[in-house]
């Protein structure tokens, strides 16, 4: 491979003929050949948008020129595109400051527009305020375009299902035995209202992000920029983003801590534990189908065994149940993250960057698949799930008001003796005419007992 050599404040540094990036780039490869995870499609759009903000800015206030700023602002909207990412080629795990990444794009920008990477491409910032805010900006993104629309498609499919299982009838169950009836919409108006209230948990996590350290340089000073600089990046990149951005209130908590990132991670991690809770539940639903529970039938996608002729697996639940334990991971590497740093940084960003951006991206992007895939297609087994009504032992307990808790008790423990329903040993037992026993133990009217009638 053909090397240049370029030059940076440690010296000559042989760079590949082309490359777009420069010599610290390049020593950076060589530093951190850890791992083959690179940052995300999405963090580099948020950190090309920062280097355009930062061209408009430092030519109304910090003394680019006219031409450097139009070259720097082009450039860095091609990295914020896309157009560079194969330039970008630094391993996660490298400087906990981020730098080697906030270099590399200034290099990559540099390079393309002709300018110096730190005195033009980098003017008025740090890795140390840049690196938070993309990730801010980065996370946001995410959540508002992609995250939140897939979570709000899978509560509506949930809730349709609600209304489309209202009338099926089925048992209820705790500790995995039988419990009173219900109806199958019941239990799926729940899971819509976990995913419904998951969704937000992240929203009121979200605040937090919307402040950015940019502006603070390295502790949080300004030290080197111009007044009014940190204000007038976050009026532009509210601009370029559409958010409603805040400059962050206090300058060295944004920038020494990485609270923000750690609660939303935290709203993440809820959001895996109520869909796995979801998954789980219907790939018991859906067990068998003739010797498991088989309430519901779940959408056949793909033969599931190499050698059962005939068998399918619930194998979309078990692609989410994956996810969401790939999230409660990252979720613990981003707490430990959180806590690695001493006074004015945090030294794990990326790290940080990359689980963040990739839980969102995970949750998104199996929402969307768990919705189109299984939840959509879903269907109940309505004689199966009467019949269940019927046989459990559980439906003496609306006898329990008319004859005591005794002898409600009795009863059941002779029909489990005798393999007989509830119904029939109360027919003999409870001492009840047929006409209340009809209606005490009518599992329509025990799943709303408030209620003249049946509502959704």
């Avoid at 610290?24 to 490869?29: D, G, M, N, S």
């Avoid at 900006?137 to 349709?160: H, K, N, V, Y």
């Avoid at 009338?167 to 109806?183: C, N, S, Y």
Wanted: with cysteine; aromatic share 4%.
């Amino acid at each position: 491979m053909n090397k240049r050599i370029e030059r940076d404040s440690m010296g000559e540094m042989p760079v590949p003929e082309a490359a777009l990036y420069g010599a610290q780039t390049a020593r950076a490869i060589e530093n951190f050949p850890i791992s083959q995870q690179r940052f995300p499609r999405s963090f580099l759009r948020a950190l090309g948008r920062i280097k355009v903000a930062a061209a408009r800015v430092n030519h109304r206030l910090a003394g680019l020129s006219e031409a450097k700023a139009a070259g720097i602002e082009a450039r860095a909207l091609e990295v914020a595109e896309g157009q560079h990412d194969d330039q970008f080629v630094l391993d996660i795990f490298q400087t906990g400051s981020g730098t080697s990444t906030n270099m590399n794009a200034n290099e990559v920008i540099a390079h393309l527009a002709n300018v110096h990477p730190n005195d033009d491409v980098n003017r008025s910032q740090s890795s140390n305020d840049v690196i938070p805010a993309a990730l801010h900006l980065a996370a946001l993104d995410a959540i508002t375009e992609r995250l939140l629309p897939a979570m709000q498609t899978l509560a509506l499919s949930l809730d349709d299902k609600a209304a489309e299982f209202h009338e099926v009838l089925k048992i209820g169950r705790t500790h995995l035995q039988d419990a009173v009836p219900m109806r199958l919409g019941q239990e799926f108006s729940g899971y819509a209202r976990q995913v419904e209230l998951s969704g937000e948990r992240i929203v009121a996590a979200m605040k937090g992000l919307y402040e950015l350290p940019i502006g603070g340089t390295a502790i949080g000073t300004g030290l080197n920029t111009p007044a009014g600089f940190a204000e007038e990046m976050i009026k532009e990149l509210s601009a370029i983003t559409g958010q409603a951005l805040l400059l962050a209130k206090n300058p060295f908590e944004a920038q020494a801590a990485r609270d923000a990132v750690v609660f939303v991670s935290g709203a993440l991690r809820n959001y895996a534990v109520s869909l796995t809770k979801i998954a789980n539940d219907l790939r018991w639903l859906g067990s068998g189908p003739r010797c498991g529970l088989g309430e519901i039938v779940i959408p056949a996608v793909q033969p599931g065994s190499s050698i059962m002729p005939g068998k399918v697996n619930p194998v979309i639940a078990e692609s989410v149940l994956m996810v969401c334990a790939q999230v409660v991971g990252h979720d613990a590497a981003i707490a430990w993250c959180g806590a690695s740093g001493n006074f004015e940084i945090n030294v794990t960003m990326p790290l940080l960057a990359a689980n963040l951006l990739d839980s969102i991206e995970l949750l998104a992007a199996a929402s969307t698949n768990f919705e189109s895939r299984m939840v959509r297609g879903i269907e109940a087994n309505k004689t199966r799930a009467t019949d269940l009504v019927e046989q459990s032992l559980a439906m003496v307990t609306a006898l329990v008001p008319a004859i005591g808790y005794d002898r409600a008790a009795a009863i059941a423990k002779h029909a489990a003796s005798t393999g007989e329903t509830v119904r029939a040993v109360a027919m003999r037992e409870a001492g009840l005419d047929a006409e209340t026993l009809r209606r005490l133990l009518d599992p329509t009217t025990q799943t709303d007992p408030h209620s003249k009638g049946t509502t959704p």
